[in-house]
């Protein structure tokens, strides 16, 4: 290169970063300088990053800061998060003029230039997009394309596969010790690829890591959440997009991509990157990934491929984490493991439980279970924030102006501990809270117990940007605890160190290790 080039390209990096400093100040110094929040978070995003991103310990801070600054604060510079249940209902109302902030593209996106219905974000086109193809894939996660087996069936074969799973740990022995985190993890991923195209990935069957998937989420999950910390993402997409994921992977998420780039072929999916619309008339097999092909007509392969490996990641890795943290609570409260364990073996007794698995419609009269997974939720929401972008008029936020543009999350780890929505337990696990709120007469209307229920739902994100795996989430969530409590008996290995949960953008949950001992009356 010339020296003149030298120069030239000194000059505009210099003055790229002159701007970028200049905008950065003047979004700490005048826009947003009258929300509370910590002074560093408000200059830089860079502290975020090193202090909380990397260490897993975001979800903490959130709690800590909400206590300190009330119900809303800023996490960085164009960053304000919330735990005001009523806002973030708003956020997500139908004709809400929110839309996702352009967080979700550097966090959700699996390949350059193709988007997802978690990643569409960051312009009005793209809000667009995301409501269509939002309400096109509902009927799909309704699992109302599920059609022989239906969902539930195919969840319930899963849940068999697992009982014969944990039955071959223990075999003659009367006590066997497993990873729970693991096989938690193992368990929903093989749901999740049988709810798409009707075959499991082999993780239980196997008993193996099929392509040191999890091992590698594990290593990736810190290096992802600092990531999403840098306020110049939009520079280095070109760059990071280079590190994302591909079928062609010795390891790691690229390898369930290359299963799921072959269940598409199978299907006669032309998978290339031109812009050819995907074969509709391959997509007959009455399960979720046929759905998808018939209704949304007119999709490129591409996005597609992306839509169903975005299912996976979303669909595996929070319902194995709420499995997870309910066998937590459950293990260390044994009044609670005790009455959960009783209204399973009565529902036995009195026929009210089907087997060989109980049906979704019987767990709906089973309170304690339906409590118990309320409460876990509550207590361990997701620790990512869901930032959505204020529109241009900006909106008032528990007192607060913030101006259009900003960026305003969700401070769920908060929400689910505040002592004035919850009571002065909030921290406790206590499933009875939810059976006392039910058989509230004081209103005569139950509303108390809706409002908790509105509270907890909030998990799942609201409205039109709401979970499309919810239904699906907590049906494999209650079937499958109390199938486990039906025929075994848990209890952690080592009480000092029951597990370890780090919390980046989703759990990471490790170390579980419990005894699992065969009931004798199953
Ligand atoms: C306990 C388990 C789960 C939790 C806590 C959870 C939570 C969430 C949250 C917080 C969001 C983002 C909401 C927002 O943008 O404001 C989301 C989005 C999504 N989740 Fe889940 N999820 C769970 C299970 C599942 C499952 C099992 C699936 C699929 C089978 C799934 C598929 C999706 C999809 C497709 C979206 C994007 C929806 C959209 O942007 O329109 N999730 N989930």
Redesign the pocket.
């Known amino acids: 290169m010339s020296s003149d080039w030298q120069t030239l390209a000194g000059f505009l990096l210099s003055i790229l970063f002159i701007l970028w400093i200049s905008r950065e100040f003047y979004i700490w110094r005048f826009r947003l300088r009258h929300i509370p929040g910590p002074f560093r978070d408000s200059v830089s995003c860079y502290w975020t990053l090193f202090s909380r991103g990397y260490s897993g310990q975001l979800y903490l801070w959130q709690r800590q800061q909400s206590q300190k600054y009330g119900r809303v604060f800023r996490t960085g510079p164009n960053h304000v998060i919330t735990d005001d249940p009523d806002v973030l209902r708003r956020l997500?109302a139908l004709r809400s003029p929110y839309i996702?902030a352009e967080w979700y593209m550097d966090i959700t996106r699996l390949a350059r230039g193709t988007d997802t219905?978690?990643s569409l974000s960051g312009s009005p086109h793209a809000d667009k997009l995301?409501r269509e193809r939002?309400a096109l894939l509902a009927p799909t996660?309704a699992g109302r394309d599920n059609t022989s087996p239906s969902l539930e069936d195919v969840v319930d074969t899963q849940i068999q596969s697992l009982i014969s799973y944990l039955d071959q740990k223990i075999q003659n022995a009367n006590m066997a010790t497993c990873d729970f985190s693991a096989v938690a993890q193992y368990f929903a991923l093989d749901i999740?690829s049988s709810v798409l195209w009707s075959e499991p990935f082999g993780f239980l069957r196997d008993d193996v890591d099929v392509g040191r998937y999890v091992q590698t989420m594990q290593d990736f999950l810190p290096i992802r959440a600092a990531l999403s910390s840098l306020p110049i993402m939009p520079w280095l997409r070109p760059i990071l997009s280079r590190l994302l994921p591909t079928p062609r992977d010795e390891a790691g998420l690229g390898k369930l991509m290359a299963a799921a780039e072959r269940a598409l072929h199978a299907r006669s999916a032309r998978l290339s990157d031109a812009d050819g619309k995907h074969d509709p008339a391959g997509g007959g097999n009455g399960d979720m990934l046929s759905g998808m092909m018939n209704n949304m007509k007119g999709i490129r392969d591409r996005e597609l491929f992306h839509e169903v490996i975005?299912?996976i990641v979303?669909?595996s890795d929070?319902?194995a984490s709420?499995l997870r943290m309910a066998m937590a609570f459950l293990v260390v409260n044994p009044p609670a493991y005790r009455r959960l364990c009783e209204e399973i073996s009565q529902g036995v007794a009195s026929g009210k439980i089907s087997s060989p698995v109980v049906r979704e419609s019987e767990t709906r009269a089973m309170p304690y279970l339906q409590a118990v997974v309320r409460e876990t939720?509550r207590l361990y929401?997701?620790p990512a924030e869901?930032y959505k972008q204020v529109p241009p008029e900006g909106d008032e936020v528990a007192g607060y102006h913030i101006p259009g543009g900003t960026w305003l999350g969700a401070n769920l780890n908060s929400l689910g501990r505040r002592t004035d929505l919850w009571g002065e337990d909030a921290d406790l696990f206590r499933p009875e809270r939810w059976i006392e709120a039910a058989a509230d007469e004081t209103d005569g209307q139950g509303q108390r117990f809706r409002n908790m229920m509105n509270m907890v739902d909030l998990?799942?994100?609201?409205g039109r940007?709401?979970?499309?795996?919810?239904s699906?989430?907590y049906m494999?969530?209650t079937k499958t605890l109390a199938e486990l409590l039906r025929h075994f008996d848990f209890a952690a290995v080592e009480p000092t160190k029951p597990l370890k949960v780090e919390g980046y953008l989703l759990w990471l949950i490790t170390g579980q290790l419990l005894s699992v001992t065969r009931k004798r009356v199953a």
């Not at 998990?459 to 609201?462: K, M, T």
Request: glycine share 12%; charged share 10%.
């Open positions: 997500g996702k219905t978690l995301h939002h996660y999740i975005m299912a979303a669909g929070n319902t709420a939720l929401p997701l869901f998990v799942f994100g609201s940007f709401q979970c499309l795996g919810k699906l989430a494999e969530v």
